[in-house]
């Protein structure tokens, strides 16, 4: 089998390679890393029908005689791999260092690797239809910058040329293509991003930076559009030093901050959301007279700030008037064209002259985007929430954070009609905390009272370190909520309202440790395997802090938004700001974030109603297309219900009636694991009975079984008090013991072919399928063992592991049943003849089939009495040989 690999977090010119080596070994399996940078993933959701790439799942398991590699010198581990295998090299990268001997390497210097495989496609006179022209063409402008690089070649044009030539699509490539900074202004980002400080103005995030830019001749409106897209604040001031002067570059997310006002004091203009401004000295300087004339202008722009913010209104100054209102019957359909002739972003929903519930322009594009005819009523965010005109900031922000919506209808007090809409957008950062949210003291001294000393004194760091270069970064999700249900967890991560990656080199730089990164996710694992004891000591943690209540590592992700493509397909991801980032989670009571830089220590988020749903006990959805999003969601449901004893609320209960049908589309693989984790719970039986109940189980295979009787089994399972004489494996095929025994109680009656089928559709691994199906043999076996010879016991149980033993063992309660079993595991499966295969050859024995006959017989007779003595077993080998050899 040839196999053609990439590396991981591969962009579009390694999977352009890995088509074009494709091309050129059509016998080969072009495999897909199991990372792949944003918009990979997104042509591939598009047109990866149309090419020869499979996943991991797909992989025949056979040996690999031969390895394509492309774009890389570094090979993954995979199995089938020998000493034998072949590996072939094309790779545009420096030749690292100590390369593998055996390799054949094909190295280029060009600004792509894909166009050496597209030199080789043309020499071979190789056809190659459009769409395959445009993947490999995506590859091209991707890695050479559209050929702006400096390392682009004369290869990399020609290339280029030739897939025209066969029908590129330029549409397709410049829909896909994510033009990255140039060198010269990665290093003005980084500048910018070290010497970033964030400002509170009326509740507006100003975020202001300077930095020398001399040695920088890009355009820096690309750095400054980056550094939005990271921070996400409401206003972006960026003062640099460049050849021509000093220059401003201002842009707004919120009309309360006036850019264009601010560049125009400073002798520039604009608008209100994007603006510049070139400010010269009078006098030629020197390099240390520019850095004062910036940091001159820095403090003017920082002292004038607050005259160009807004100030904090009503909900009057704040709401759309008079906004169009629907009725539960209203079609999808109609409902957009409401939206796309009037611009607005949610309707009140009324039926009877009153409120019933909101739709938002998100729910209708994500139902039309996924082809569902659904009415108002299906989309809406049920509930009766309102507010009047006169309402202070503080009220709206009390009204949002309790309802859970982003979108709040302004009745008349006079007349209760309806008169305007104000949404979340208009809403910024709160004033004042809400009354019922814990306080930072409190949540402080939770946190000191759940976590180790020394991971304690961590997050205290980091929390330092944020406020440093301010920062906001929080803990998010499940450990918040146990936190709050007094049911601590140590598993956390940490999201950054801005640049993860930047944060975390940081801390590297200043503790030690080593930096991982996932550039297109915003991601960074900051691994301190090895220096824990060091790192306690540069933390100034106090003596009772402990080495080894440390993390071995400590992840940090920068805040972001998802979207679906298509119901049940993984999300794109772009980064967005924390609101945004809880708002993709699963639940309401796992949106809750806590944050931890400077004097916001402690402080509790809840922009989703999560506080109120954790208190009430509710599992909710945050939209009507949550399941729709994310099928896989329907399971998690019963999870969290489960295990706190908690409700899910009608709405989000109905929502899954009516999402059932969404589990065909999701592969087995995630299906699987969402039933992993199940089992993995002190409370999966609870949680398979629900599933059963509400059809979820039926939904994911017609065949999957549920009874009282599995249900018993299960509940009475108990791994920790099980007989050493069983000498059962803790773990297989990834799974832990626990989860391996309710795999087997549960389906381990089924027959043959409904186990394959199952299987199949859940993609179980190839030894829990072989488990699963000689649980289900032995069972079947067992009521003829009862009563049956020693010998033919063994040679029953010899087929099965003792997994599938042991789970035949418990699954049938009754002892006679079980006796046969227990006595293979505890006497039986021990016995061997004294004679051994080397005794046989000794005396003379040619090796042949018989040799096994013979042991076997010997074997047998031991088990079942027939011979109690080393000479009987003499006697009667000196028999079957010499029928042997007649």
């Known amino acids: 089998m ?79 791999l020998s000493s034998e295998t072949r590996v072939i090299v094309y790779d545009h990268h420096p030749l690292k260092e100590d390369p593998d001997p ?59 040329a030739y897939c025209i030539e066969q029908g590129a699509d330029l549409d397709i490539i410049s829909e896909f293509l994510y033009p990255p900074l140039t060198d010269e202004q990665r290093m003005l980002y980084n500048r910018l991003m070290k010497n970033a400080q964030t400002y509170t103005i009326e509740d507006q995030t100003i975020v202001a930076a300077r930095a020398n830019a001399l040695d920088v001749r ?41 850019v264009g006002s601010i560049a125009e ?74 939206m796309q002739r009037y611009g607005y972003e949610g309707y009140p929903v009324v039926a009877d002259g009153k409120v019933v519930g909101l739709l938002n322009r998100r729910e209708v594009d994500r139902a039309i985007s996924h082809g569902l005819d659904l009415t108002v009523g299906s989309l809406m965010t049920a509930g009766n929430v309102s507010i009047t005109p006169d309402a202070s900031f503080e009220d709206l922000q009390a009204l949002m954070g309790s309802s859970g919506w982003g979108q709040i209808p302004v009745l008349s007090p006079e007349s209760g009609e309806i008169i305007g809409i104000v949404t979340r957008t208009d809403l910024l950062k709160t ?28 997050l205290r760091t980091l929390a330092t370190e944020a406020a440093k270069i301010n920062l906001p970064i929080f803990i998010v999700g499940g450990f918040v909520r146990d936190l709050l249900l007094e049911h601590p967890s140590l598993d956390f991560d940490i999201v950054v309202e801005g640049d993860a990656i930047f944060f975390t080199r940081r801390l590297a730089e200043r503790f030690g440790g080593r930096v991982l990164t996932h550039q297109r996710f915003g991601t960074a694992k900051w691994d301190i395997s090895g220096i824990q004891g060091t790192l306690l000591d540069a933390l100034d943690a106090p003596d009772d802090a402990q080495a080894q209540h440390l993390p071995d590592s400590l992840d940090l992700i920068t805040a972001r938004t998802e979207f679906y493509e298509q119901p049940a397909a993984l999300p794109t991801i772009e980064s967005s700001s924390i609101k945004m980032d809880l708002h993709r989670r699963d639940f309401t009571i796992n949106t809750l974030a806590l944050r931890l830089d400077g004097d916001h220590y402690g402080k509790i988020h809840d922009y989703w109603g999560g506080l109120s749903d954790l208190r009430k006990g509710h599992i909710r959805v945050l939209h009507a297309l949550s399941f729709v999003d994310d099928a896989t969601r329907l399971l998690r449901a019963v ?67 549920w009874d009282k009787q599995i249900k018993g089994l299960l509940s009475t399972l108990d791994t920790d008090h099980i007989d050493p004489a069983w000498d059962l494996p803790l773990t297989s095929d990834s799974l832990n013991l626990r989860q391996t025994l309710s795999y087997l109680l549960w389906l381990g009656q089924q027959p043959e072919h409904t186990l394959r089928s199952i299987s199949s559709r859940l993609r179980f691994k190839s030894d829990l399928k072989k488990l699963l199906v000689s649980t289900s043999k032995l069972n079947q076996a067992l009521s003829k063992l009862v009563g049956a010879s020693p010998s033919a016991v063994v040679r029953e149980c010899d087929k099965a592991p003792r997994l599938a033993i042991y789970g035949a063992y418990l699954i049938n309660t009754d002892q006679e049943l079980r006796q046969p079993l227990w006595h ?58 010499a029928e042997a050899e007649e």
């Not at 894909?114 to 402008?141: D, E, F, H, K």
């Not at 999402?659 to 299906?671: E, F, I, Q, V, W």
């Not at 021990?830 to 046989?840: K, Y």
């Open 102 to 160: 055996d390799w054949e390497l094909h190295l280029v210097n060009s600004g792509s690797n894909v166009s050496q495989m597209i030199a080789r496609i043309q020499q071979n006179n190789i056809a190659v239809n459009p769409i395959q022209a445009t993947t490999l063409a995506l590859g091209l402008y991707e890695d050479t910058g559209s050929f702006t690089y400096g390392s682009t070649s004369e290869a990399d044009l020609s290339a280029a």
């Open 824 to 881: 293979y595991i505890d006497q039986w499966s021990a016995v061997e003849p004294q004679t051994t295969g080397e005794d046989l050859r000794t005396i003379g024995l040619r090796p042949s089939p018989a040799y096994g006959r013979i042991l076997t017989t010997l074997r047998d007779a031991w088990l079942d009495g027939k011979i109690k003595s080393v000479e009987e077993e003499r006697a009667l080998l000196a028999k079957l040989v």
């Open 639 to 705: 999870r969290f219900e489960q295990r706190f004893d908690f409700s899910i609320e009608p709405r989000t209960l109905a929502l899954m009636q009516e999402s059932l049908p969404l589990l065909n589309k999701l592969t087995g693989a995630r299906l699987r694991h969402e039933i992993n984790l199940i089992l993995e719970e002190p409370k999966a039986p609870s949680m398979l009975e629900r599933l059963a109940d509400l059809g979820i189980l039926k939904a994911i295979h017609p065949a999957l079984p």
């Open 265 to 338: 004091a400073m002798g520039g203009g604009g608008h209100k959301r994007a603006a510049s401004a070139l400010i010269r000295p009078e006098q030629n300087l020197d390099e240390t007279g520019i850095q004062q004339f910036l940091d001159q202008q820095y403090e003017i722009l920082l002292s004038n700030l607050e005259r160009h913010v807004s100030p904090s209104v009503t909900v009057a100054g704040l709401m759309s008037k008079d906004p169009l209102i629907l009725t539960p019957n209203t079609s999808v359909e109609e409902a957009l064209r409401l």
């Open 218 to 258: 890009d355009e820096i409106s690309s750095v400054a559009h980056k550094m939005r897209d990271v921070l996400n604040p409401d206003a972006l001031l960026l003062l640099v030093s460049t050849q021509q002067g000093i220059r401003l570059v201002g842009r707004a997310t919120s009309d309360e901050v006036d």
């Open 431 to 458: 004033l004042t905390p809400q009354p019922d949210i814990p306080s930072q003291e409190e949540m402080a001294q939770r946190l000191e009272q759940a976590v180790p000393p020394a991971r304690l004194r961590l």
């Open 2 to 80: 040839k196999v053609i690999l990439t590396h991981e977090q591969a962009d579009m010119d390694a999977l352009a390679s890995q088509l074009g080596a494709w091309l050129l070994y059509p016998d080969a399996y072009p495999l897909l890393p199991r990372n792949i940078n944003r918009n990979g993933r997104q042509y591939l959701q598009t047109y990866g029908d149309e090419l020869p790439y499979i996943t991991h799942e797909e992989l025949p398991r056979e040996p690999v005689d031969k390895i394509i590699l492309v774009d890389t010198q570094s090979m993954i581990t995979l199995k089938g």
